[in-house]
């Protein structure tokens, strides 16, 4: 039986990718809700592939909740195998959850493409993942993030992505 608060969006790849009922995955639910995240939809995943492969149509939207799914498995995936010890951090865990599905939030049009003639062009910002951090400090996206119960959650996100 569904829970009230779960959230299914289907995926042509993985099938069906789920925002369970809990604490971390309504917060991201809510980010994937929000403004900046929503911009993914019109920014296409593989910039000008699809002019050579018709069928390369896919968005970051759609890419970053494919990875948000994937890294909730390979995190079940760890965890079974190493279980309940030091090793095993749930924090770090949550916050990789997060920083997976939200690391191309500042991904501009044509996707690589616009970083490379960002950089040659001496743009602040021109590569995807300064942006990306950006948006998590400056936008909602931190105060939903925040809303995990750390005050430092949103930052400790942004740190991930700027030291992968």
Do not use: C
């Given at each position: 039986?569904?829970?009230?608060?779960?959230?299914?969006?289907?995926?042509?790849?993985?099938?069906?990718?789920?925002?369970?009922?809990?604490?971390?995955?309504?917060?991201?639910?809510?980010?994937?809700?929000?403004?900046?995240?929503?911009?993914?939809?019109?920014?296409?995943?593989?910039?000008?592939?699809?002019?050579?492969?018709?069928?390369?149509?896919?968005?970051?939207?759609?890419?970053?909740?494919?990875?948000?799914h994937t890294?909730?498995?390979?995190?079940?995936?760890?965890?079974?195998?190493?279980?309940?010890?030091?090793?095993?951090?749930?924090?770090?865990?949550?916050?990789?959850?997060?920083?997976?599905?939200?690391?191309d939030l500042?991904?501009?049009?044509?996707?690589?493409?616009?970083?490379?003639?960002?950089?040659?062009?001496?743009?602040?910002?021109?590569?995807?993942?300064?942006?990306?951090?950006?948006?998590?400090?400056?936008?909602?996206?931190?105060?939903?993030?925040?809303?995990?119960?750390?005050?430092?959650?949103?930052?400790d996100v942004?740190?991930?992505?700027?030291?992968?």
């Amino acid at each position: 039986m569904r829970n009230n608060n779960e959230q299914r969006i289907r995926d042509p790849l993985h099938d069906l990718i789920t925002f369970e009922d809990n604490g971390l995955d309504q917060v991201l639910w809510e980010a994937v809700q929000s403004r900046p995240f929503q911009r993914l939809r019109r920014v296409k995943q593989l910039g000008f592939s699809e002019l050579v492969y018709p069928g390369a149509t896919h968005t970051r939207f759609a890419h970053s909740i494919g990875v948000y799914h994937t890294a909730k498995l390979l995190m079940k995936t760890i965890h079974k195998q190493i279980g309940n010890n030091a090793e095993f951090n749930d924090g770090r865990r949550d916050q990789a959850i997060a920083a997976s599905l939200l690391h191309d939030l500042g991904h501009g049009p044509f996707s690589h493409a616009f970083e490379v003639v960002g950089g040659r062009m001496g743009w602040e910002n021109a590569k995807h993942e300064d942006t990306t951090i950006r948006i998590i400090k400056e936008t909602e996206i931190f105060e939903i993030l925040n809303g995990i119960g750390s005050s430092g959650f949103a930052n400790d996100v942004a740190g991930i992505i700027s030291d992968p």
